[in-house]
């Protein structure tokens, strides 16, 4: 909400704002991941730039998928993809999730790892552009490393989220 300007944040379904706060900590925060709270906005972002695919097929570890899980005729819940199974279903990190599958999948509450076996009719996923996070900076101006992260489950998602933006992983 603070970053944006605008308290609605602080009230919505967090989703989209939960990927968005990952990205933001990672550093790649826009032009690579879009600052977004609406889940159809994120999507568009990446199709504006020719970065969406529909449906599952090809999709990977660090990419951003979007599902259309809840009837509502539009996407309608987002994560970010942890790795890939053999079977084609995909592991995620996810905000604003239940904790088990009995609960709200896309309105939950929880930060949770998921395995998600479809995107839904209209869902798909975005391919950042993780190259555009490479930039040539000199050594001095490079930030220290955080070295104790809030939770365990924002030092992975930072892992997961950086091994995918740089060359060296993580």
């Known amino acids: 909400a603070d970053k944006v300007g605008n308290p609605v ?6 989703c989209a704002m939960f990927v968005s706060w990952c990205a933001d900590r990672a550093g790649i925060l826009n032009p690579v991941i879009p600052l977004h709270a609406y889940r159809p906005a994120g999507a568009a972002w990446f199709t504006a730039r020719k970065r969406f695919v ?3 097929k090809g999709i990977q570890p ?4 979007y599902s259309s899980m809840s009837g509502l005729g539009r996407i309608s819940h987002v994560g970010i993809v ?7 279903s995909i592991n995620t990190i996810e905000g ?7 609960g709200d999948q896309r309105n939950g509450k929880m930060v949770a790892r998921k ?7 209209l869902g798909g996923y975005g391919i950042p552009d993780y190259s555009a996070a490479i930039i040539d900076i000199p050594t001095e101006l490079i930030p220290t ?4 992260p809030v939770t365990k489950e924002e030092e992975h998602v930072t892992k997961v989220l950086i091994s995918t933006t740089t060359p060296w992983g993580t």
């Not at 395995?115 to 009719?121: E, L, P, T, W």
């Not at 490393?145 to 104790?148: A, E, F, K, L």
């Open 96 to 102: 604003n999730t239940a904790g088990d599958y009995n």
């Open 54 to 56: 529909y449906g599952m």
């Open 9 to 14: 944040y602080r009230t919505g379904q967090y």
């Open 62 to 65: 660090g990419y951003i998928w």
């Open 145 to 148: 490393p955080i070295t104790n």
């Open 115 to 121: 395995v998600r076996y479809s995107a839904g009719s």
């Open 82 to 88: 942890e790795s890939v199974n053999r079977d084609g």
